[in-house]
């Protein structure tokens, strides 16, 4: 083991960073001994000293004065699992800037500045591990860059989002309205009190740039992925999916075309047979299609402190080994800025429409015929409970793969058309 310990600086000290600190103090000497070196946390950068922490630390570690972890010149290591974009990126590129290996759980920073910071890290000879940053303790960041490296990925599929796939999961097998299961996930913790990140897909979002840039080793941005929430779906959906044989989930997909890629993030129906539509609750799991290793699948806890402790430290871990060899033991990213994404119009997909219309004849005709003039074709069409109370009907469309330009202009038109109430759903199928 080496003689000099390799001093770690900690920002944040909440559900991740107490857990983080927590295994380094009192599991510290079974660490060391995997790392090479005595792992040693120098300082902690909180917001607030005083605060009832749930691990028990020296006080004297705490600290307010960010230059106290990022100047320090002892401290070789900077963990960040604060979260959010400013002032952690500030914070990141300062370490990197002072030559300091950097482990994060942040998504949204790796997500925005992930392809500058490996750049920049590159360049001063320093490592950035960020197998936290997603899918929590589902060991992904490292697949990619180390057991996959022989592949050329062809897709990714991933529910990659816990509080929308626990919301999914509670409205399919209770019947709650989105609204209640919502709330059933904030009691439970897993969902914040402004669920917005999470149901509206942004959370997903960010994980797929992260997911489809080191898969194929370009800059994804979470601008360029088209995302839709989970907001629009509605208990009867459920009901629909599954006498048709699919589950309903939300889905960060990604997949190579000739000189562009394809990125997504949307709720999707998928044949229950399909091993994402079996994932549980708040977990995760991520389907991986490379073209020597065919179809892997990775499952597990995506979020909680210690699921994501268990990343970031193992991130601790690897990295200490190679700092006191002196050896790179992953190899650096290179990140082609040339190739964009398909827009979504020009993605092939199929759909599912739930559509409130008069119970009158030629209503089918109708939806029919703008089925036919937008050249898409009609895999299962099903009149369902007719309303004698006020003649309607509703009637589930699904189709065959098609353009989703051409979907979208059928959704548009139908809900147009004069005995069509409303197209109540619109999803599309994997
Ligand atoms: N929670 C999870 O399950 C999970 C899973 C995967 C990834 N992550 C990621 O891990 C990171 C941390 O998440 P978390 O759930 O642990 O967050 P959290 O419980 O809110 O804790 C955040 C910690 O960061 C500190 N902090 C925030 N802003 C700061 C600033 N400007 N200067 C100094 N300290 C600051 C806070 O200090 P005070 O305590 O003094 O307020 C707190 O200790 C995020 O990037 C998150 O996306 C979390």
Known sequence: MS??????GLIGLGTVGSQVAD????????LSRRAGVELCLKRVLVRELNKRRSVQIDPELLSTDPASVLDDPSIEVVIEVAGGDEPMRSYIEQAIQNGKHVITANKVVMAKHGPELLDLAAEKNVDVYFEAAVGGGIPLISAFRTDLQANRIERVSAVINGTTNYVLCRMASAGLAMRDAVREAQEAGYAEADPTDDVGGFDATYKLAILASIAYEIKVRPDGIYREGIEGIEPVDFRYARELGYAIKLIAHTQRHPGRIEARVHPAMIPID???????GAENAVFVEGDLVGEVLLVGAGAGGRPTASAVVGDLIDLARSIRRGVQNRPSFSFDDRIGVVPI?????????????????????????VF????????????????????????????HPSLDASLQRARERMAQLEPVRAVSSFLRVF
């Open 345 to 369: 119009g020009e993605v092939k997909t199929r759909a599912y429409y739930r559509i409130l219309a008069e119970d009158r004849p030629g209503v089918v005709a109708a939806v029919g015929q």
């Open 23 to 30: 295994r380094m103090l009192s599991w510290g000497s079974q």
């Open 3 to 8: 003689a000099r310990p390799l001093n770690v």
């Open 274 to 280: 399909h091993p994402l539509a079996r994932v549980e």
């Open 372 to 399: 036919a003039e937008e050249g898409v074709s009609i895999s299962s069409f099903i009149q369902k409970d007719a309303w004698s109370h006020d003649q309607t009907a509703e009637l589930v469309v699904t189709t």
